[in-house]
């Protein structure tokens, strides 16, 4: 099965944005930092899960992303094929061009797995992700690391010592 970087990295974002989500747009540098995706390459893929409309934008101070609807109304097949991604389990892309141009043996059960695979993915919602305790936890272990790396040293006198902690 072919699954490309591109559409792993957008469904992996947008779940983030769907655990963030809350009064306020996330930025693509805060996603960036909890999943380890370069910023360029989010913003590449936002465009089209922008143009696609399952996401908007929130420009100025504070901006960011927001979903564009609920997490129960956006599906994991959606989000691949908005950044134009396919789930595909042929050799030949799905071309027909298996053998020399011909179509091989078995090129119609890969189609038929790409497709059973793809209505897989139709039935997942993000939401349906959210509820997953192991979803939580990843979540929760990504925030500390992200929360901790982002935190400012303290200084707070005590008599004649300067001591520097962290938050």
């Known amino acids: 099965m072919r699954l ?4 792993r990295y957008a469904v992996t974002a947008m779940l983030d944005l769907a655990l963030h989500s809350s009064d306020q747009p996330v930025s693509l540098a805060d996603i960036s930092g ?4 370069s910023l360029s390459y ?10 696609n409309s399952l996401v908007s934008s929130v420009r100025g101070p504070g901006g960011g992303y927001r979903l564009s609807r609920g997490g129960h109304d956006i599906f994991v097949a959606q989000i691949i094929d908005a ?13 027909a061009d298996c053998q020399q141009g011909e179509v091989c043996l078995t090129h119609y059960l890969w189609c038929d797995l790409s497709d059973q ?7 997942i919602s993000l939401s349906s992700l959210l509820e997953k305790r192991e979803v939580q936890t990843i979540a929760a272990r990504q925030d500390a690391r992200s929360h901790k790396s982002h935190s400012l040293p303290v200084t707070e006198i005590k008599g004649d010592t300067l001591l520097l902690t962290e938050i």
């Open 83 to 95: 950044v134009n991604d396919t789930v595909d389990a042929t050799g030949c892309g799905g071309a």
């Open 34 to 37: 909890r999943q380890d995706i």
């Open 42 to 51: 989010l913003e590449q893929l936002f465009s089209k899960l922008r143009r």
């Open 4 to 7: 490309t970087t591109k559409g």
């Open 117 to 123: 695979i793809h209505g897989f993915l139709s039935e």
